[in-house]
């Protein structure tokens, strides 16, 4: 059999006859995950949500030093923990009961959900394992978790009706109103009442949350999605739980860039709102990303617009337009949120009388006594390591990988050439609202008409696309009355790719693709080629070596480079007239400060999430990052303390202008959340010319004000 034939020089494509290898990712032989009725459905585990004081939870890895902290805390809230799993082991920890499997923990303690807190390489058989428990909800917090381990876990999830998944990469879900904490959300920031709160991101929701509790709403039940491509729960999940739940008065959803869980959403909203007329519940709503660079991953694993995906910009308008209330910084959402109950004609006094009675039992106050020294290093350590996401090879280097799965395609043209303007797209990628892979398809790659000729076509990750499925994917593209050779080449393109997809982990492949006029057959045009891979799989797993060692760092941005070394997420933009330097923990609250930021006239030359380590070590790192730039006259520490604290930002800051020259360049710092007076405090009583803010409102006015200096 002919190799693939190639238009460019022998040189860049040398094909041997071989199909396309096996998968290399491991799977798991398991029964059927339900001892359900005939026809399960995953929608029907939505009520699982719904935790209070009657929710009994376990911890898998219970006797683990993250988990142990994140217990002790959790039962000092309220949580009905009645025990955990470590494998092996059996006994007691923390004065509860311990076991050795979750089979044994299913039986004896009756769980109702389950906390995981076991590395990223072992997130996926511990909610397998709590999926074939029958586990009621299963939360997942563990950051780089790789993505074809939760498609895996996906594709099981969908086959049964008893488990619902929180995560992956989730700060967890909380009901203050029922004391009941499944997660690692920082609980001073909380207090009962009667708001509910999805969100992607973890950061802006703690800042929502302190909006909402500022303001005397409280909140009744908060999800956190989380930031990765999948979620196990979305937004239209935590809309129906918010909608059948009596103490909700009102609905706040955060997004982000990406996907289409906030599209979703405007659609859910759409309906609810003709369903419930009058009595429908006001919803406020946040996207992040809204001045995010176009391709780049903001931070977060899922923060990226794939091709035909809209943009942050456009989902803001679409919430908009299906009756959400639309914010642009999370510290508004309390003010924002008592007006709307007011114009839906409920009473906010009683609600917030409601909530302060609620809060006279709050027990967050029964936490165990530490040092504040020792409650930093705690909070520090629970906090995963942040890592770069994701793998995007050159073109010039795609035909290496593209090999062993396309050498058995004969007549199939690889040209060096730009695509043609009646060119087609052909890929695979990630389908976030069906949680599994698709044939993404259109039947032009103009730019214009891209976004929205774009179609994708969900398939089954363990089963590959089935022929029905390539059917569809074809006659979109217009191609099933192509040629018989472009036709017979693009159902085994798409084959060969997704074989590829999954035996390879990729994220995305995908290029232009045309028919030869004058020999009928397929041609991938090479500068098109769009191959970017899992950086979780190997970082994780260390699957893939072979993939990942084709990164080349010396072709990417330096000061990007060094900021992983680092664990920081640093992204360089490219606007020239930006001139104000950010720094910022958390990659949504991130994304929200560029975006805010223009609210009030000012650019910013940089996204900098230092991470849930942020460490003073760590801030004075990131302005060194920032003043690399000779762009910035101004530098703004926006800083939300949840999971980071405020004290340890501070003396950051003043560790950076100790030791590091900063050129005479003004910073202005606003910290709020945990420790947040400690903060300010060393701030203020620090003798140096740092400007410290409360509000963000004021804060970016004076970072403006000095920029145009």
Request: hydrophobic residues 40%; glycine residues 10%.
């Amino acid at each position: 059999m002919p190799a693939l034939r190639t238009s460019h020089p022998p040189s860049l494509l040398s094909l041997s006859l071989t199909h396309p290898p096996k998968p290399s990712l491991p799977t798991r032989s398991r029964r059927p995950f339900s001892a359900s009725p005939a026809r399960p459905s995953y929608d029907d585990t939505v009520p699982n949500l719904r935790i209070g004081k009657h929710t009994r939870v376990i911890y898998q890895g219970f006797t683990g030093r993250v988990a142990t902290t994140n217990a002790q805390d959790s039962l000092a809230y309220g949580t009905n923990i009645v025990g955990g799993v470590t494998p092996g082991k059996s006994g007691e920890h923390l004065g509860l009961p311990l076991l050795p499997d979750l089979r044994k923990a299913k039986e004896q303690l009756r769980p109702d959900a389950t906390a995981v807190f076991v590395p990223a390489s072992q997130c996926g058989k511990a909610i397998e394992d709590a999926i074939e428990a029958e586990i009621g909800l299963i939360v997942s917090v563990a950051e780089h978790i790789p993505l074809h381990d939760i498609m895996r876990v996906a594709s099981i999830l969908k086959t049964q009706s008893k488990s619902r998944l929180v995560g992956a990469n989730a700060p967890g879900i909380i009901a203050p109103i029922g004391s009941c904490r499944i997660g690692f959300q920082p609980l001073p920031t909380f207090a009962p009442g009667h708001i509910g709160i999805a969100a992607k991101s973890g950061t802006l929701s703690y800042e929502t949350v302190a909006s909402i509790t500022r303001s005397g709403l409280g909140q009744s039940l908060c999800i956190g999605m989380g930031g990765d491509i999948i979620a196990g729960t979305n937004l239209v999940d935590a809309l129906r739980v918010f909608e059948a739940d009596p103490e909700t008065e009102g609905i706040i959803l955060v997004g982000e860039i990406g996907g289409r869980a906030e599209e979703d959403a405007a659609e859910w909203i759409k309906e609810y709102r003709q369903r419930a007329g009058g009595k429908a519940k006001p919803i406020a709503a946040l996207v992040g990303g809204l001045h995010a660079p176009p391709g780049r991953i903001m931070g977060h694993a899922g923060a990226w617009a794939a091709k035909g995906e809209r943009t942050a910009a456009e989902k803001y308008k679409i919430l908009q337009e299906a009756g959400a209330t639309m914010v642009d910084h999370p510290e508004n959402f309390g003010g924002v949120m008592k007006t709307l109950l007011r114009q839906s004609g409920r009473d906010v006094g009683k609600i917030t009388q409601d909530a302060a009675n609620q809060r006279r039992g709050y027990h967050t106050l029964r936490r165990r006594p530490t040092s504040l020294a020792q409650e930093r290093s705690t909070r520090i350590a629970s906090i995963p390591q942040q890592q770069r996401r994701g793998l995007l090879l050159r073109p010039d280097q795609a035909p290496g990988p593209l090999e062993p799965y396309l050498s058995h395609l004969a007549g199939l043209a690889l040209s060096p050439e730009p695509a043609p303007t009646d060119a087609f797209h052909l890929g695979i990628t990630v389908d976030r609202t069906a949680r599994s892979p698709c044939i993404a398809a259109s039947p032009t790659t103009n730019p214009a008409q891209l976004g929205q000729r774009v179609k994708r076509f969900p398939y089954d990750w363990r089963c590959g696309p089935s022929t029905a499925t390539i059917q569809q994917a074809l006659e979109h593209m217009q191609l099933d009355a192509a040629p018989p050779a472009a036709l017979a080449h693009a159902k085994a393109l798409i084959e060969a790719l997704s074989a590829m997809y999954k035996a390879k982990e990729a994220v995305t492949l995908s290029s232009s693709v045309s028919i030869d006029s004058q020999t009928g057959n397929l041609v991938l045009h090479q500068p098109s080629l769009v191959l970017q891979f899992d950086d979780a799989a190997y970082r994780s797993n260390q699957r893939q070596g072979d993939i990942h060692s084709l990164r080349q760092t010396t072709t990417e941005v330096p000061e990007e480079v060094e900021a992983e070394a680092h664990g920081i997420v640093f992204v360089k933009l490219d606007d020239p007239s930006a001139n104000i330097g950010t720094l910022v923990n958390g990659a949504g609250l991130a994304m929200n400060t560029i975006d805010a930021l223009r609210q009030h006239g000012g650019r910013a030359t940089n996204f900098l999430d230092t991470g849930g380590k942020a460490t003073s070590a760590t801030v004075k790192k990131s302005f060194e990052l920032i003043l690399q730039d000779p762009r910035v006259r101004v530098i703004f520490v926006n800083i939300f303390g949840g999971l980071t604290d405020g004290g340890m930002i501070a003396e950051g800051v003043l560790l950076a202008f100790r030791e590091v020259a900063m050129q005479g360049v003004p910073v202005v710092v606003r910290i709020r959340g945990t420790n947040e007076a400690v903060g300010q405090k060393i701030i203020a009583e620090s003798g140096l010319e740092v400007e410290a803010f409360d509000g963000f409102a004021e804060a970016a006015r004076r970072v403006v004000e000095l920029a145009r200096r």
